[in-house]
């Protein structure tokens, strides 16, 4: 244990004095080639996505994936050190990707070093180091979806706290344009496109959908942007919005999509309905053996690379949510330490 943890956190300074914005992951996947190399573990690769197999992979057993990300967003203007200088203080490892989702990913990587020369499991391993997480590319991990092979399950390693999240909100962005009459502003005349959608932006604010998750809550949905109009004194003939809607597993994206084209009067185009809510049954046996462990149960409201996958999935990993994508992020070694021993026993007691 003592030596997986060294070598995780040495692979995660090393990651971290790499730059690897979402599509710019190249150095990044590079290390985390020749990290498994090194250790004797063939990889595959396509664009910057990694994934190798346990030695003794046999096609007749169940296949876990075991999967985290290595691109990370920019760097914003808050941060009082360099974020690409890995230091470690009073415990705390900063740097940029250091929680979300550096820890989790070596820590992940560390578990399948662990397991992947045995020859009793009662499954196989995927491991899959993949880019474009944070902005949900069609080069991340949908990418090799057809590539890997098959898959019953998946854990994805994320800063939960090593809690479970058995579900996760879905999301879609929705651009919509209010549609109306230019005319001056001086005369009664037009058809003012910003009332259109201020009403339609009060109904997006006020409305309830009939079912509520019990793990995940009602369907939250938050306009975020708005623009319209030219000058002062002409009557705007159009004025667009941006709505985030996060679904849960009581209506997917089509569905609330549906709903909200036959209440508002603006036009809709939705930028993509594919990052669905996801959902893990509690009798799984993934979750069971978290149970046996003792690990909380919760449900996410962030996105992850769960919503594009096919098969049930838990996220679960090392760090704290709260501190992705803020200044100065860091993450604990302890909590890595303690991130590699309870993924190698949530692995441990899995009975597929």
Avoid at 124 to 129: D, K, P, R, T, Y
Avoid at 338 to 352: C, D, F, P, R
Wanted: hydrophobic residues 35%; contains cysteine; charged residues 25%.
């Amino acid at each position: 244990m003592n030596q997986l943890f060294t070598e995780a956190t040495r692979l995660l300074e090393q990651l971290i004095a790499s730059p690897s914005f979402s599509k710019e992951e190249e150095a990044t996947g590079n290390l985390i080639q020749q990290f498994l190399e090194e250790k004797g573990i063939p990889t595959h690769r396509h664009v910057n996505n990694i994934w190798c197999l346990n030695k003794h992979f046999d096609e007749s057993k169940p296949t876990i994936l075991l999967n985290s990300h290595h691109d990370t967003v920019k760097p914003n203007a808050g941060y009082s050190r360099d974020p690409f200088t890995p230091v470690v203080e009073e415990g705390k490892l900063f740097g940029l990707g250091s929680n979300d989702a550096g820890g989790p990913l070596t820590s992940l990587i560390a578990a399948f070093i662990h397991f992947y020369s045995k020859k009793d499991l009662n499954y196989n391993l995927v491991l899959a180091a993949t880019g474009e997480e944070e902005i949900s590319g069609d080069q991340g991990i949908i990418s090799i979806l057809d590539k890997i092979p098959d898959i019953d399950c998946a854990i994805v390693g994320e800063p939960t706290q090593m809690r479970m999240a058995v579900a996760e909100k879905g999301l879609m962005v929705l651009e919509c344009t209010a549609r109306g009459v230019s005319g001056h502003a001086a005369r009664d005349e037009g058809k003012n496109a910003i009332y259109i959608a201020l009403k339609d932006i009060e109904w997006l604010k006020t409305y309830r959908f009939n079912k509520v998750s019990e793990m995940l809550g009602p369907v939250k949905m938050t306009t975020t942007v708005i623009k319209a109009g030219s000058q002062h004194n002409v009557v705007p003939d159009s004025c667009s919005f941006t709505v985030d809607v996060r679904s849960t597993d009581a209506h997917d994206n089509a569905e609330i999509l549906e709903v909200i084209d036959k209440h508002i009067e603006s036009d809709i185009t939705a930028r993509s309905i594919r990052l669905n809510p996801s959902f893990i049954p509690l009798d799984h046996p993934i979750v069971q053996s978290g149970d046996q462990l003792g690990l909380e149960q919760y449900g996410s409201p962030t996105l992850s690379d769960q919503s594009v996958l096919p098969v049930p999935s838990l996220k679960i990993g090392p760090g704290k949510s709260a501190r992705s994508h803020t200044a100065d992020e860091f993450i604990r070694l302890a909590e890595i330490e303690e991130g590699i021993a309870t993924y190698i026993k949530l692995l441990e007691s899995v009975l597929l």
